[in-house]
């Protein structure tokens, strides 16, 4: 892949005196100027509300608009961009679709399948429902090699859940999950599958079509992108089935005083006005990543993986997360005695930005049997030299806190 | 790396505040307690449990428990160093001194009264590390609050 680090203006400012080294792209990603210019161009030359002028630039900048729906489908391999559905990002289509779909699909006593993985993101929308609807909440253990337990799985599945749902790629282990075959089980069981893109969309080829998800769903902060966008990608069928999640403007056909009818797809699920300039800045994400190519950008994130993996080892005390075998640039571990905040406290103050805590994944922290953990995450712009950076800083953090040098 | 302690890190991880991350004192519970107040710091996962043993109005025993940074856990353990024997509205005193001591005041860096806990003074170079410092003073704060 080539080098992208002169795209990135940020990556030339200073932390403390030191290059950043920027290893938090699992929080979010850093931008590309494509991607801020495409938003400042916007804003200088088409911006007007969608949907609603009849004047020039209205529909300049609704079809501005529209035209990201159907770069997305393309992106991720979605066969309709009428179910491709704009929100805010993960956290707001998962709670669309607990929300909405939960409300006419579970009824009480049913059961709702999640992984023991899950970010809080894709958990807590499930449990609000479970509780509203009085269903079961099944949590699908985890190997010890940090796979999702086929065989607890099976079992879950023989509880003929309403809804499965499960994560791509883990933001804490880097586990890839065999979305294709989990889904096939789960529709075998009767279920419909949401899929947590989050991790995954971002940084490898995803094929919605070919994974037969029901329900997809990621963020364009994730992917270079402006914050406030992200996509739900949904089966128009199902979507078409669907009460609407919220009311307003935008998503109507009539209204009348005490009722109305609803706006066909998509923008049924799209009340209100859209973020305009968030879509326009995920296209210009969308061309970013596909002029690099995501086969190369998920190559260069395993290679560097592996290689922080490698490095990483070598220091005395350090514990690794995650499988043994092939994982996504999510690199999170711990260091002798000393606590995750004060690692990325000492590593900062030499420009190295990486994540401490419970990553939003306090039932798997729970399963690792640590508090919290120490992440690396890698994007386009990481290379072999920030992973020095980090495991130079690692060895400042273990001076400070009283261990000889290995 | 800098030279010197410019950044603060030597000073924020000087050996006291390890010794106590390490070695804390007044470390578990207290079977027969007068107030438990458990706090926890949503965003960083640190969760500590305060019991007091109350005698009239004075702090006749305390402890803590629970996981975090070496330096919530520090300043917890040195808060209870400090607080056994005083007198509640003592403590609570010492707690207000200790949030100026945080919120840079070097008056009360100076403050004998604080202890081994003026060891901390350099936490206020590091803004989001200052709720850590807290946590155990919220407990306190918190388990305290209605007595005289
Ligand atoms: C796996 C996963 N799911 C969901 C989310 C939530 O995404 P957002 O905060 O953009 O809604 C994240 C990121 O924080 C994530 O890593």
Redesign the interface.
Known sequence: MRDVRSDFPILHREV??HRLVYLDSAATTQKPRQVIDAIVEYYSSLNANVHRGAYDLAVRATEAYEAVRAEVATFVGAPDPNGVIFVRGTTEAINLVASSLGRVRVQKGDTIVVTAMEHHSNLIPWQLLAEAREAHLVMVELTADWQIDLAGYRRALERSPKIVTFTHVSNVLGTINPVADLTRLAHDAGAVVLVDGAQAVPHMPVNVAALDADFYVFSGHKMLAPMGIGALIGKPALLDAMPPYQGGGEMIRTVHDTSATYAPLPHKFEAGTPNVEGAVGLGAAIRYLDALGMDEVAAHERALARYALERLATIDALTLYGPAGDRAGVVSFTLA??????LA??VD??GVAIR???HCA?PL?RRLDV??TARATFYVYNTREDVDALVAALE?ART???YAHA | ??DGDA?G??E??Q?LI?DHY?RPRNQGSLEAYTRRVALANP?????LELDLLLDGDTIADVRFSG?????SQASASMMTQLIKGKKVAEARALAVRFNEMLHGSAEAARDKSLGEARALAGVAK?P??VK?ALLGWNALEESTRSQP
């Open positions: 403390h005196g005695d000393i606590h995750p905040h004060d406290t000492i103050s030499e401490a805590g419970h306090q922290m508090a919290a400042k400070l806190f009283g | 790396m800098p950044s890190l030597t924020l991880y050996e390890l390490r965003t960083c996962g640190d969760e996981h975090g940074c070496s330096i590091f989001v590390r850590c």
